[in-house]
């Protein structure tokens, strides 16, 4: 079986000569014609149309009133054919705008990772900085204590009031 296309016709498949059919070739290419006058009335062909020199043997398969009978099939079906292409578009360009959608999506909420990122950077280095004050404020105070308790224990160091006039 051949699936090439040329001037309105397709191959359907291939005949010998043996068969009956008079191509001075090995085989005749069994076509389905595009043209308006004959759309959808399948003929016999040289299966060297577009490949290189041909015999020229052409015998319509068809007869006239077939091809009547198979247009409207042939023409249904392209136009159903044409349809489902239409809807397949359809459908790829609904996807792509969900898929640029998503895109779009996917790069703000990346973006806010990152703000939210840099904000917890900041917020763990405050978070640093407050545990050490506490901790030298703490420092501070059992100093301050300390002083407290020595200079008690020393009477040495005795304790002024300061009188304000």
Request: proline share 2%.
């Amino acid at each position: 079986m051949s699936s090439s296309t040329g001037n309105g016709s397709t191959t359907r498949g291939f005949y010998r000569a043996i068969d009956g059919h008079l191509c001075t070739h090995e085989n005749c290419a069994l076509r389905t014609s595009r043209k308006s006058g004959n759309y959808g009335r399948r003929f016999l062909g040289c299966s060297q149309f577009n490949v290189g020199p041909k015999c020229g043997f052409f015998q319509w398969v068809d007869n006239e009133t077939c091809r009547s009978e198979t247009a409207p099939l042939v023409r249904e079906r392209i136009s159903m054919l044409e349809n489902e292409l239409q809807l397949v578009n359809q459908r790829e360009m609904r996807s792509r705008e969900m898929e640029e959608r998503s895109n779009q999506r996917e790069r703000e909420a990346h973006e806010l990772y990152v703000e939210a990122r840099e904000e917890l950077k900041k917020i763990r280095e405050s978070e640093r900085l407050y545990k050490l004050a506490l901790v030298l404020s703490w420092l501070f105070f059992i100093f301050v204590m300390l002083l407290l308790c020595f200079a008690s224990m020393n009477n040495n160091v005795r304790v002024r009031t300061l009188n304000l006039p």
